[in-house]
């Protein structure tokens, strides 16, 4: 009996001995172990068990799971995984809102985020990246490799804007040109004549029927050739038998010169006859468009950067300029008005006031000493506010004390528009008693600035 005991308990430890060997031969498949740890080393059935952190300085693990690694994770991931895959699902994990290092090894900050993130989906919380836990996290396509376009900041440029009196058409009148420029580039233009037509026919500048009209020659009025456009352009037709109306033609001149530099239009009026301009300027007909392009040039050279705005570069070719004639400061004078616009925004303008003064100390309008001054009254000029703002500005300083010169009040009116639209300047000026506006206009002092605000903004609305 003691020898059967003996017997069977050698068997047993024989048995025990013998499964012990297999199970360590075999690796820990007898025990169940799921696929996950099995899986760690990438599917390299060589690889040592993923419990064992591989050291940086052994590369044969890492440099096996590059080589099979094909930009997808096609294994489940679980802590202490490592490998390509590895860092791809921290990529993902970081585009989602987490800061993990991307370093292809599963650790607890990884393990702890991908919990998270399937709490947060309704997912198992088990840290386990399979399937169901892909399917939610990856991107339907690959990560981009194609480095991101940077932003590039909107480009801004500076539009100042100049004003001439010139003697662009003859004797018989003036003309006053306006360009709005952005650095040499001409990007608005305006011009207009001015010259005394028979009261009968023509329309005069405003105040043509109050004190200003006094000092005109009997049976004469000084008149815009724009706001007479349809009267000066039959006239022509039937003196020289023009073929295109006087504004048609003006429109074909700004066309022309809107967007060259200055530097391009002297080029050309340097190496073209005057009575040939028209063979450079299309659909123009005037035998003076040549003298009509030098004024525009010469307003593009005076202009001033004391008062300018930045505009995006993609508006400046939006730009559109309005002009109207006022009467925006008592009854002896009249205002011009010219102001560029980008949409409803205000971008540059300019006015000034023309009345008629002392020949002995003021400087009259171009052609005051030819045919146009022919009309003027016994010891006077037509002359411009700004041209003698000098002389004016002692004037007003004398006989009103006047605190500020007129060219600085002007200024003043202008930084003030500047940058605002055409709805909120009405919103002011209807909110707003006249005497009141230079309450609101920082630095202006003029009585009647609520009148040059209001011509402003109606040059803006005809703006085209």
Not at 328 to 337: D, E, I, L
Not at 340 to 351: E, L, N, P, S
Request: net charge positive; aromatic share 8%; hydrophobic share 35%.
């Amino acid at each position: 009996m003691l020898k059967k005991n003996v017997k069977f308990l050698t068997f047993v430890l024989a048995a025990m001995l013998t499964i012990s060997s297999l199970a360590v031969s075999s690796g820990s498949k007898l025990f169940g172990v799921d696929d996950v740890s099995a899986a760690t080393s990438g599917g390299n059935t060589n690889t040592k068990p993923t419990t064992q952190k591989p050291k940086t300085t052994q590369t044969t693990k890492t440099t096996q799971t590059t080589q099979n690694f094909n930009g997808k994770i096609n294994r489940l991931l679980a802590f202490k995984s490592f490998g390509e895959d590895v860092k791809l699902l921290q990529t993902y994990l970081n585009q989602n809102g987490y800061k993990l290092k991307v370093d292809g090894i599963y650790g607890p900050k990884t393990l702890e985020a991908v919990k998270d993130y399937q709490k947060k989906k309704g997912l198992r919380v088990d840290g386990i990246v399979g399937p169901k836990t892909l399917a939610k996290i990856a991107p339907v396509k690959p990560v981009a490799t194609k480095p991101q376009t940077p932003v590039v900041k909107e480009q801004k440029v500076t539009v100042k804007i100049g004003k001439v009196d010139y003697a662009a058409h003859g004797t018989k009148c003036f003309t006053l040109a306006v360009a709005a420029v952005a650095g040499d580039k001409i990007v608005a233009a305006y011009f207009d004549d001015y010259q005394f037509m028979s009261n009968t026919v023509a329309t005069g500048v405003p105040n043509s029927d109050k004190d200003f009209g006094k000092d005109y020659p009997q049976g004469k009025v000084l008149a815009s050739k724009m706001t007479n456009a349809e009267y000066y352009s039959k006239n022509m037709k039937e003196k020289a038998n023009a073929t295109n109306p006087i504004d048609k033609n003006f429109d074909y001149i700004r066309a022309y010169v809107t967007g060259k530099t200055i530097a391009e239009l002297e080029s050309v009026l340097a190496s073209t006859p005057a009575d040939k301009m028209t063979d450079a300027v299309s659909g123009a007909t005037l035998a003076d468009t040549y003298g009509y392009v030098k004024a525009i040039v010469e307003a593009a050279k005076a202009a001033k950067d004391n008062v300018t705005l930045e505009v995006d570069a993609k508006d400046i070719n939006n730009i559109k300029i309005g002009k109207v004639d006022y009467a925006a400061h008592g009854t002896k004078c009249f205002t011009v008005a010219v102001t560029a616009v980008v949409g409803d925004k205000i971008v540059a303008t300019y006015f000034d006031d023309y009345q008629y003064m002392s020949n002995t100390v003021a400087i009259g309008v171009p052609n005051s000493d030819k045919d146009f001054g022919k009309d003027y009254p016994q010891g006077k000029v037509l002359a411009s506010k700004m041209t003698n703002a000098e002389y004016y500005s002692k004037n007003m300083k004398e006989k009103a004390n006047a605190t500020n010169p007129i060219d600085k009040n002007f200024d003043y009116i202008r930084a003030y528009v500047t940058g605002k639209t055409i709805a909120e300047l009405e919103s002011v000026l209807a909110s707003t008693p006249a005497d009141k506006m230079t309450d609101a206009v920082s630095g202006a002092t003029l009585a009647d600035t609520y009148g040059y605000v209001k011509a402003i903004v109606e040059a803006a609305k005809v703006a085209k």
